[in-house]
């Protein structure tokens, strides 16, 4: 991984550039997501992605919890931001299927389903479901040059599918793949066959980005 997000340096240096340019739009998003719901946990796009320019969007169900205060004057290891060079399980393990379909993971935009932390032992609420299809079509329309979509788990296909049930205008010829999830729980059971559809289908995406 080419950065370390464990690293505190490294976790400031990228909360400080989330409003570059090529991700501010997304930064705007994220600040009137938290205007609207206070207390809520909404990641900032890392700007390790190329951002309105990406042409892979991953989503997955749902962001982990904010990070645990640390640190003198209760600081943080940083702002919570979406990446595919996290250190979770998860973020690395995708992190490798991207490497190994040869796509650069510059070209992927991370989002979720539902944009704030849930629980993870809970079904998504209709209301949540709701609100992460509405915030997701105006993520789709933040990029123009979208041409695949790799939906991670059961609960996240329905949030995608809802989007053209509501009339939401998708790009004409994106690829949309659905997938299980890439945490550790979802590959307790059928591990192998599991990440051989997963890779399976970031061959496909990386087809498509040819």
């Known amino acids: 991984m080419p950065r370390a997000m464990s690293d505190p340096g490294v976790r400031a240096d990228l909360a400080a550039r989330v409003r570059d340019p090529h991700v501010a739009p997304f930064a705007d998003l994220v600040d009137e997501l938290r205007a609207q719901h206070p207390g809520r946990t909404v990641p900032h796009v890392a700007p390790t992605s190329l951002g309105v320019e990406a042409r892979l969007l991953v989503v997955h169900r749902s962001p982990a919890p904010a990070p645990a205060p640390a640190g003198p004057a209760g600081t ?7 990446s595919v060079e996290g250190d979770d399980g998860g973020s690395e393990r995708l992190h490798g299927l991207l490497t190994a379909a040869g796509i650069d993971p510059a070209l992927v935009l991370p989002w979720n389903a539902v944009p704030w932390a849930v629980d993870p032992e809970q079904p998504l609420s209709a209301a949540d479901a709701k609100a992460g299809r509405l915030v997701l079509a105006r993520v789709v329309d ?9 939906l991670h788990g059961r609960e996240v296909e329905p949030v995608w599918d809802a989007l ?11 690829r949309v793949e659905g997938t299980f999830s890439t945490e550790d729980a979802a590959l307790a059971q059928h591990r192998a066959s599991r990440l051989r559809r997963m890779a399976a289908v970031y061959a496909s995406a990386a087809d498509a980005l040819r």
């Open 76 to 82: 943080t290891d940083g702002e919570p931001l979406l």
């Open 164 to 174: 053209a049930a509501a009339g939401t205008a998708l790009p004409p010829g994106i």
């Open 142 to 150: 933040l990029l123009p040059r979208l041409r695949v979509v790799v």
